[in-house]
T-cell receptor, first 111, second 115 residues
């Protein structure tokens, strides 16, 4: 089972600040997904990255997949209180359907 | 997309009792999964619920403790048996769209506290 390390574990910032969270593994990802989980809800898929070096943007969120496909980052520009939540990275195992999750980054954006 | 509902949304139970959690999907799906999210932890896959056959359990999870039913393509149940405080957790139902699609959807979760 692939081990996903996420950092930082906790992040508390003020509205308008920028932030980056990271997801790393010692082995190569076939693909990587980022989810956001808000309190009282299940995780919601934000993006899937597949190709090394790939960059995807979702409004103020920028997702990057490392060239070697062993790491990924999520950058949020001008964070808003609505961005508050648990950000999880996940990858699929060899069977192509089992998702393995990192421990997540708990982000709090203060108004 | 798939919309997933779970019942109950939360419960407080006494140790030694059992709780059955229901998961209903608004469309027929091939793959349904049950995850556990312990306090401050990430999601851990308990089992894959297979329609018409026994569930496939991950390492560390057994059928006697977490029996699962999957009577059709839109419904599944997970029972947490003989509960202890260590079973206090969020239990999440999840489905994956068919074919080679990557999108996986999650229910809102069932928050369980065992006293």
């Amino acid at each position: 089972t692939q081990l996903l390390e996420q950092s930082p574990q906790f992040l508390s910032i003020q509205e308008g600040e920028n932030l980056t969270v990271y997801c790393n593994s010692s082995s190569v990802f076939s693909s990587l997904q980022w989810y956001r989980q808000e309190p009282g809800e299940g995780p919601v898929l934000l993006v899937t990255v597949v190709t090394g070096g790939e960059v995807k943007k979702l409004k103020r969120l920028t997702f990057q997949f490392g060239d070697a496909r062993k790491d990924s980052s999520l950058h949020i520009t001008a964070a808003q209180p609505g961005d508050t939540g648990l950000y999880l990275c996940a990858s699929r195992g060899g069977s192509n359907y089992k998702l393995t999750f990192g421990k997540g980054t708990l982000l709090t954006v203060n108004p | 997309s798939a919309v997933i509902s779970q019942k109950p949304s939360r419960d407080i139970c006494q140790r030694g009792t059992s709780l059955t959690i229901q998961c209903q999907v608004d469309s027929q799906v091939t793959m349904m999964f049950w995850y556990r999210q312990q306090p401050g932890q990430s999601l851990t896959l308990i089992a894959t619920a297979n329609q018409g056959s026994e569930a496939t359990y991950e390492s560390g999870f057994v059928i006697d403790k977490f029996p699962i039913s999957r009577p059709n393509l839109t419904f599944s149940t997970l029972t947490v048996s003989n509960m202890s405080p260590e079973d206090s957790s969020i239990y999440l139902c999840s489905v994956k769209d068919g074919g080679s699609g990557e999108t996986q959807y999650f229910g809102p979760g069932t928050r369980l506290l065992v006293l």
